[in-house]
């Protein structure tokens, strides 16, 4: 398997400490190569070494090209799907991968890459200096290490599931055939990631605001939020398959103790739903990065707008996603006939995150009404849906002229999230109590829906569930959620739908198909990534244990 770049020689230092107090501290340049006992005799090197073990955290747009993984799932069409050259959503819609050929297949290798420079920094520990003016600096980098290594590993076992476990550096040249190692399992796997999460907490401060240079760093609030998602993760049917009480007990325990942690320490859900994702400070992001910029191929604004605000109209919300935001006044879905839904008037008092997410037709953007079928229909080749993102976007860009464009992030963690883990987590180990109604209504309440009175069991299952898709739309949770539900073969494994607008005052709505998509359940094998061709032909013929994922 992929054994890392960096050679006991040298060491690439790529993020310097060179940035304002208004800055996420990922925002840096290029600097020089020194040797790897210059790094960790210096506490100035060492933490730059550290900076740039940050630059893996995933961004809104994945490996290759400018394509979401939203439009992976049932919440975005890609209007052009690029996959027979570049693989990228369309190769999940149509089941066209293979191990030689699919999306973020290079993550395996960079995410391994980012384990040994892990490896490396908790292996040279002991030979960095203290910072006699910041006593915590040094204990602190590891515990930012021990979290990031837990990070990677749980983007690696979400992919792959089983997957090798390394925790100390391996150097091929010293002993190659100890280099072939087998995958371990899930549950080995999950556990390790707990263990550095739960080393990595006590290191590291709550937050940042003693120290505003240092935001966007690991915290103690990020290490217990994502051990809760971890756990949460491992409890689910995909990982679990026969129920485990135990687990879900766990995941309850993590997702409260990571919701309590954050309120005791300043993080708050914003007023305004739209602000966690355009301001580039609030108290409701707990852990985030940069997003991408705002113009030209790849930039954020130019990607998403429709095409008559100067954007490429790239990636379109399906008819599916749509349909399942609720009727504020009733807090019922449309299809309940008590709902007040009214088939002619579809967009009218639907649950405000609607209006904070999606743009359709009708609706006012930069001081216009945006029509599919004049300034805003699809350049040839394109297949949309006839609406538009509006979550991340700022009304203020003109694409036009390349202006009003402010920096925006890209959220790793936010509150709402830990409220429905907890919610989650605590219904399936405890039932639909008084906590997990009032963590759902937290959510609610926010963009002034009605609270949710609970139900049967399978009425709360699917109330969260539904919660997680309209609160998190966009924010590449639906991917994952699908898939560790066991809910990808039904979701994933049909038609998809737009809408055609046709008339003028008189109105008419269609919902034509834009594609038919197809999740392979046989042996689950659309459930995980397959494991890179490369690297089983390096194991082949050297370690039986190595093997390909099931199906492929």
């Not at 379109?316 to 609720?326: A, R």
């Not at 005052?505 to 046989?522: A, C, D, I, L, S």
């Amino acid at each position: 398997m992929k054994i890392a770049s960096i050679t006991k020689r040298s060491i690439w230092l790529l993020l310097p400490f060179l940035f304002a107090c208004n800055k996420n501290f990922l925002d840096r340049k290029p600097s020089d190569k020194i040797t790897e006992a210059e790094v960790f005799r210096n506490i100035e090197n060492a933490e730059k070494f550290v900076n740039v073990i940050y630059q893996s955290l995933p961004n809104l747009f994945k490996p290759g090209s400018a394509w979401m993984l939203s439009s992976a799932t049932d919440e975005t069409n890609q209007a052009i799907d690029a996959s027979a050259t570049n693989p990228d959503a369309g190769s999940f819609n149509n089941s066209s991968m293979s191990p030689a050929a699919f999306p973020m297949q290079g993550q395996w290798a960079e995410y391994y890459g980012k384990i040994r420079s892990c490896n490396l920094f908790l292996a040279n520990y002991n030979n960095i200096p203290n910072d006699p003016n910041y006593p915590e600096r040094k204990s602190r980098m590891r515990g930012e290490v021990l979290l990031l290594r837990a990070y990677y590993y749980f983007q690696l076992v979400i992919r792959w599931g089983k997957v090798p476990l390394m925790t100390q550096v391996q150097n091929p040249f010293d002993n190659p055939d100890d280099i072939y190692y087998k995958r371990n399992s899930i549950d080995e796997v999950m556990q390790a990631i707990v263990q550095d999460l739960d080393e990595a907490a006590p290191l590291l401060p709550a937050n940042y605001a003693a120290r505003p240079n240092n935001w966007g760093r690991a915290s103690k609030a990020i290490a217990l939020a994502l051990k809760g998602r971890v756990l949460l993760y491992h409890a689910s049917p995909l990982f679990t398959p026969v129920r485990s009480q135990a687990r879900w007990d766990l995941a309850a325990d993590a997702c409260r103790a990571a919701l309590d942690t954050a309120l005791k320490n300043g993080y708050a859900l914003n007023a305004n739903y739209s602000d966690a994702f355009t301001q580039y400070f609030n108290r409701e992001v707990i852990w985030s990065r940069p997003a991408p910029g705002a113009y030209r191929d790849g930039g954020l604004d130019q990607e998403l707008n429709p095409r008559g605000a100067g954007g490429y109209g790239n990636i379109n919300p399906l008819q599916e996603l749509v349909d399942d935001y609720e009727m504020k006044p009733t807090g019922l879905a449309i299809s309940d006939p008590a709902s007040g839904y009214n088939p002619q008037r579809p967009y009218d008092n639907r649950d405000p995150r609607f209006y904070a997410t999606i743009l359709y037709p009708g609706a006012m953007w930069k001081g216009r009404s945006l029509d599919p079928n004049d300034a805003d229909a699809p350049r040839p080749g394109q297949v949309t849906t006839n609406y538009w993102p509006r979550k991340y976007l700022l009304e203020s860009v003109n694409l036009f002229n390349l202006t009003g464009a402010t920096d925006r992030k890209w959220v790793l963690i936010r509150l709402a999230e830990l409220y429905l883990n907890y919610a989650e987590a605590q219904f399936e180990a405890k039932g639909a109590g008084t906590e997990v109604l009032a963590a759902i209504n937290a959510v609610r309440d926010r963009v002034d829906m009605p609270a949710f009175s609970g139900g049967p069991d399978d009425v709360v299952r699917a109330k969260i569930r539904n919660e997680r898709r309209i609160e998190l739309a966009l924010e590449d949770h639906r991917f994952w959620d699908v898939r560790r539900w066991k809910i990808a073969e039904t979701v994933d494994n049909r038609d998809v739908h737009g809408v055609k607008v046709t008339g003028q005052g008189n109105v008419t709505y269609e919902y034509p198909v834009v594609e038919k998509r197809k999740f392979t359940v046989t042996q689950d094998r659309d459930y995980w990534l397959p494991v890179p061709q490369n690297e089983i032909d390096k194991v082949s013929g050297r370690n039986d244990e190595f093997k390909q994922n099931p199906g492929w």
